[in-house]
């Protein structure tokens, strides 16, 4: 048994006073930091969907925990539309495009890579904060049509016919 326990607070010696304060302290920051960690849960990017064909995209960012208004970057060659029609490089954010409490937003982008599969990252900033998350948009272009390929034989084998008819014509007129 605490040997001092009969003694009011007033009644121990400062050593023993400085020794329950420092402990009631310690006890108290351990509650707020417990109770300030459980309560607080940080932003952060739930689910990225890319939608669309060969270039042409839709990227939406799924966040979840937002409080205030959050800029955007789709980090993958190319360009995204921001407002009305203006198109500007994805090295740029878009400004206060996610705001609370809407916990979603879908950003135009047309990827400037032939790559089948292109790889990237989108970042929400709010201040010093970046939270980002990775993204892989698999392009599926057709492949290059036979139409443009095959159009050099027959042009080909008709300018030699072509050249060759000539020839043939001024061969028998040379006389």
């Known amino acids: 048994m605490y040997r001092y326990a009969h003694r009011s ?33 940080s932003t952060e990017i739930t ?10 995209f839709t990227v939406t960012v799924h966040a979840a925990n937002l409080t205030g208004c959050w800029d955007i970057q789709v980090d993958v060659p190319g360009r995204i539309r921001e407002g009305a029609g203006q198109w500007k490089s994805t090295f740029f954010y878009i400004d206060n495009v996610l ?36 993204v892989v948009i698999n392009q599926a272009c057709p492949e290059p049509s036979a139409g443009v390929e095959g159009f050099w034989i027959p042009f080909a084998a008709f300018a030699v016919v072509l050249i060759f008819g000539w020839g043939l014509a001024w061969w028998w007129k040379r006389d």
């Open 99 to 134: 705001c609370e409490p809407e916990s979603q937003v879908s950003a135009d982008i047309i990827i400037e890579s032939m790559e089948d599969v292109v790889e990237g990252t989108v970042k929400l900033r709010q201040g010093n904060t970046i939270i980002e998350s990775p």
């Open 9 to 41: 607070f007033m009644q121990h010696t400062h050593k023993e006073k400085m020794i329950h304060t420092k402990a009631l302290a310690l006890a108290a920051v351990l509650f707020l930091g417990v109770f300030i960690s459980v309560s607080a849960e």
């Open 47 to 56: 689910l990225v969907e890319a939608s669309g064909t060969c270039m042409d």
